[in-house]
């Protein structure tokens, strides 16, 4: 996209569709980018299905991955500059005429940062309508389908079929390795941090896991990836949708 | 608390708890204080239950509310100062000696800036243990069998009903109207931010709500109040002390 | 107060009191709130003297105790942090109207901040006046009439008294011990940070203190707290009525 | 001073005197500076009595003069960023091995700020002592002696007096005109910012003089500012003795 | 590259490349992400040339470009938030165990961002070696020999010579125009601006051009892009050998 | 300069020079504030070259010198501190009138901090004309001619000869000795942060030379110096008549 087609797009295409990811441990089977890559395949379609009426901005291929510094290759930001980081974007885009802003995170570790930010917009600018949403989590029912392992999340059996689906040609097959997959493999702290629901309690990932992984990768495959996918794009568009028109 | 207690309690009490609320409107009936009112007692409670493992350190009482600035009186924090605030709380208890801090939040505005901040502590203080709960949800089994309003939420059946229960005295009865209870009273744009599940979109309340309420307190009852608030403290109380053993 | 009052008040009464306080060691026998207690027990009063021409907005339950942190259970804020609530809570008020803030400190530590706060709203918020206020100083002469020891100050006979008078079921009375009360029992430094007046050198209370108090509560009486209480709050209300007839 | 003297110092002179003034106007007849000048000079005089145990560091020449924008000339920094030039200062020299800092500020409205900056340290660097002092008011007793106006301050008796000492070359006798000099020459909200003592009002001095100045310049004279320099001089040394011996 | 290979990269490999470069117009012709293309595709380049030595850590995408928010889809980060964003890659990649980091930056209005972060490196993290490089700069002979205009630069010649060669699939070769290429087509303070060397004044680009284009790009070959980007590789390979042998 | 020149200038001299230096070593033989009083002896020059169109401001007596800080008396500010006393200086002035500023620092560590105070201001202030300039590179045609050693630079050559012009009552001669002179003398690391032009290694400077100088003083002459400063003189005039004028 040039400066020309972004010109044409502040008056065609009001929404702006900004991918977030991480730059962290994914195992030793997936890559480092695994949640930016697959933040901007959903919005890559997600776009498509809306057929002009959003544009895609830059992403944001580094996140809020603390709880994985204990990894190697890891790379985070404070909570504090990735809400300054979105916030910059989204200051910089109602410069050219932009009011409606979706950030698509594929890290879930984002979240919070992410409601931060739209709380502090609603006081600073309160033209600006900005929305979120995780991919995973928007699928669901396809998951619970898969049937996953007990313990399961991080780098698991989800996000691993959505890789093989997306990017295999950056899946490390050989190397997928199962991590913690039951609820008994943890230490007690863990399995309080893992109890479900709230209270919330945070552990770093080398507490949780010793490889870094929550679930089974090996049993992903490419067509789950693509249920996933598919139930992640149909959710955000139809909201999308929703929004643009109301 | 004097300081005597407070010397003794680093040794006896190794968990804070922090009761964090918020200053901002509750319909023509409740009071500006509601949520920090509720999240002292249930800390109250809940320390009680834990017999002398659990100190209750200062409350947080105003939080991020800047979705109800549209009502007089709701004063908000941002959301960089609410976290300053919550590290400044931590880190000073931290000097003391205590490592395990949870937060109950009687306001939902807050829950994002507590994550973030149990994020940054990760990396800058490996050795803290910071959780946060909400209050409502976790009893969210009572509320669905007091067959609350289709749209139900802020000042609604269950926090009436928990006010009815905690102090009645501050309710004015007499003044408790519905708000917005059908998705149908909704515009369009509110009908996408209460869709339910992600994406998210967050809206100022006066936009959701002519009087800022959303369901009808006049169907909130002392007992709902007793059962809801009965249900968050066994199940914060089962957290902590599955927390502490471990 | 709910916000219909809320909003009934930013016609009726235009200065909104904040009362601000500190959670900190105040000798073995108060509590760690005393001077939220006191501040918002002073603001009560003033409040009620000016028949409705003033509000009391939400407390500062936590100040700026660096000093008292030898001391276990205090909890302190940054100067930036107490800074930014205090212009949160400003800011969120001037939204609904209202443009004079007094904000009565029951803890000294906090008064430079609210001086910042002060100075940099005569730039950011030329419309608001804003004011602050300690307590016990507003009733030096009344002090002074009591008799106290050469070194008095933090807990000591005045605070004593007023606590006394305002709470006396959260003093422990049989605890109540001399702290420091002749200058002869400072140590060198402490001496010099202890001349009176200025130039002016902050030294941590462990060091001025081996129980953090100076001077004798044991001969504070409710009767004096009475006296210095009222005293605090004619002068205070009087400048309030100067100021609201201004 | 070169870094061969700075190096000698650390170990022959633990002191490090900081100046701090203001650029603001000082109404027609007094330079934009005035409180710098002072500032340094005292500085030098007090240094030459400790006899090479106090070393002066560099200059805060603008300070914090929000109340002085309505004139033309004065540079002000915000609270914030004098607190962090002032703990650059103090972090800068404590890695060269001081610990000991004294900050002479010529500007009242730098003391705020200053006392932030020594809370802070405390917790933060807890092996420094940080002291600092205004100038005029050291000296009290002299110009109570002088017959200043009711209404006296800024740019009035005492401090055109210094200047008269110090920097008469500076001082253009000619435009001295007298500002404010009589509590009835103030309209009803600056009567209440002046009343003395506490509750403390802050507003810009635009309001309180048209001239910017409190008080009647034209009776200064050189030998009152001698006086009042030597007796601000005599009491910051005898302090700084006295820490030092201590 | 997974966490695999993260680990065995933080022995074999000590040096991180981060890729830095702007989201930004560059006129009708290229895309908002040139600057972050060239940086990356010289990134990989340089990295082959070392052989192992070094590894590419994530980009920085978006980069310091308030000068081209006249221009549609310029999307920019202040100094300040591109700062914090740089040192929180540096201190995860740190914790890993990393020390020697070369910010390879494609956009020139990242340049003085970059060396404040060096600056304040040196002060908080001493066993960091940081460094960054610019991109075309480093072949200015190159580009002196291809013959551009006497205004040239942004968008210009040679850096349309660098996506013709390294993505021309994305440069709209119909849409090239040349933007101002000479000194009378400049208003007179654009001229001030663009006198070369010191004094600096920075002004926005839709004052210097009214496309955004400083030069003409339809002069630039694929060739010359070959010869720029070998000799900025070049070079930048020389001097990494040279300290990572050091 | 009183308040009454400076309301008069705002209007005659629409341009502000503010004089930026250090607080650094400078070896043996010069002061720590070399670089202020250089850079306040050319803005004096300049000004009077442009006979009344310009006023001279505060100025920044300490900068970003953490490169120094190996060498006792250096005293620096972060990046984030002179930013937001530059931004300061900028904001108080433009409240007055001003919009176009000139920053002449004697320092090139001020030199990043300076390019991105300018480029935040495009976004912040649009309305102002920010710009800044080193003093000893606008003369480098100079310093050629004087014959300098192969490694040159920091309190070397131009700068001692500069000093022996402008102050050389503040130059110890008898201490003037050589500091690093030529490449050879650097150890690896040193020689790839000296290579010149970029990449761009920041390196501390007691690494650099034992007595923190680059360069011979000893050669330096004082007529060498006013050719200096006589050529960065006439060039910063010649930039600012043109500014003025366009």
Redesign the interface.
């Known amino acids: ?7 044409a ?2 008056a065609r295409s009001p929404l702006v569709i900004l991918p977030a990811g991480a ?1 962290e ?9 695994t949640d930016t890559l697959r933040a901007e395949a959903v919005a890559e379609r997600v776009a498509a299905e809306l057929g002009g009426r959003a544009v895609i ?3 944001l ?2 996140g ?1 991955s ?2 994985h ?1 204990g ?11 990735l ?3 979105v916030r ?2 989204v200051g ?2 109602h ?3 932009w009011r409606k802003f ?1 950030v698509i995170t594929g890290h879930g ?1 984002n ?3 992410l ?2 930010v ?3 917009l ?2 600073d600018r ?1 033209d600006v ?6 991919v995973t ?2 699928a669901s029912e396809v998951v619970a389908e898969m049937g996953v392992s007990e313990v399961h999340g991080h780098s698991g059996e989800a996000e691993t079929a959505q890789m093989l689906h997306l990017a295999p040609q950056l899946v ?1 097959r050989e ?1 997928l390795v199962a991590g913690t997959t039951a609820h008994d493999q943890l ?3 863990s ?2 941090a893992r ?1 479900g ?8 990932y080398d507490r949780l896991s010793p490889n ?1 992984v929550l679930g089974d990768p090996r049993t992903a495959t490419p067509e789950d990836g693509a249920a996933i996918v598919a139930a992640v794009v149909t ?2 568009t139809a ?2 949708k ?2 643009l ?2």
Chains 1, 2, 3, 4, 5, 6 share one sequence.
């Open positions: 996209m040039t400066t020309v087609e972004a010109a797009a502040v730059y441990q994914h195992g030793p089977g997936m890559p480092l980018a901005g830059p992403s291929p580094v809020v603390p709880h510094l990894f190697a290759g890891t790379v985070t930001l404070t909570t504090g500059t809400a300054a980081v910059d974007y910089s885009l410069r050219h005429g979706l570790g979240n919070a940062t409601t931060t739209a709380q502090d609603l006081a309160p309508e900005f929305a979120w949403t995780p989590v928007l490390h190397r230490d007690p702290l399995k309080v109890r629901g709230h209270p919330t309690l945070t552990l770093p870094g959710r955000i909201f999308a929703e929004w028109d109301s």
